[in-house]
């Protein structure tokens, strides 16, 4: 297995890197400088926001693939907000659906989602398999991950993502633009986040991002095994 694991990041990325044994070291890519690890696994802080995640992301997987060594899977991993109760401060997410959940149009009836003006697609979904067996292994909640270009600052924002994507556990800035990397190359992809704060009100005090990622170096150090078993040619389903 070749996994190519991308953060927002750096303090994400090392953050991983703390789960596995051994050093890493740079390798210099076209377009992405990812962190290699003995195992199998590079290491890549693919920027904030979906945009320069699908970039930095798209170059890894390209120039992994001319290189004659492509990955297996790719995992988009950091922090996010996670929808309280469900989703407490400290605790790990793995999203069954990937979702942009702000790629549309605002009406006057309310948001549409670009699937619904004809166009493009707002969700990818892991396999299943991969997502149960990694819940199981991390003690993560499974459900959806929304991507957002925009962090939710306001309780009126938390409750109309709420009504539009009730299965939503948390929301991040990269999932979605990795996962459409990922895709146009073929490639299955998992997304793992730790909670750092509640989605709502902005409240820099109560962010708790120190526990998020010693929560995000556990759940890797036990998803790490789970990874390394998983057959990518089984059915998705």
């Not at 290699?36 to 798209?58: I, N």
């Not at 998992?190 to 998020?212: C, K, Q, T, Y």
């Amino acid at each position: 297995m070749r996994v190519l694991v991308a953060t927002a990041v750096p303090a994400e990325r090392d953050a991983v890197a703390h789960a596995f044994p051994g050093t890493a070291r740079e390798v210099r890519l076209p377009g992405a400088v990812p962190l290699r690890l003995p195992g199998g696994y590079d290491l890549l802080a693919a920027g904030v926001g979906p945009a320069l995640a699908a970039a930095s992301t798209a170059a890894a997987l390209t120039a992994a693939a001319l290189e004659g060594a492509p990955y297996d899977l790719v995992v988009s991993a950091g922090i996010a907000g996670g929808f309280a109760p469900r989703a407490p401060v400290g605790s790990l997410v793995v999203a069954d659906e990937i979702t942009a959940a702000d790629l549309g149009a605002e009406t006057a009836e309310g948001f549409l989602p670009v699937t619904e003006l004809g166009f493009g697609t707002v969700t990818h979904r892991p396999p299943k398999p991969l997502v149960r067996e990694a819940a199981s292994a991390t003690g993560a909640r499974s459900g959806t991950v929304l991507t957002v270009s925009t962090v939710t600052g306001t309780a009126a924002r938390a409750a109309a993502l709420r009504t539009r994507h009730p299965r939503a556990l948390a929301e991040a800035m990269e999932g979605f633009g990795v996962a459409e990397a990922a895709a146009a190359h073929g490639v299955p992809v998992l997304e793992l986040r730790a909670v750092s704060n509640p989605v709502g009100p902005r409240d820099r005090a109560a962010w708790r991002i120190g526990d998020a990622l010693t929560a995000l170096t556990a759940g890797f150090g036990k998803l790490a095994p789970v990874l390394e078993s998983w057959n990518p040619h089984e059915p998705p389903h």
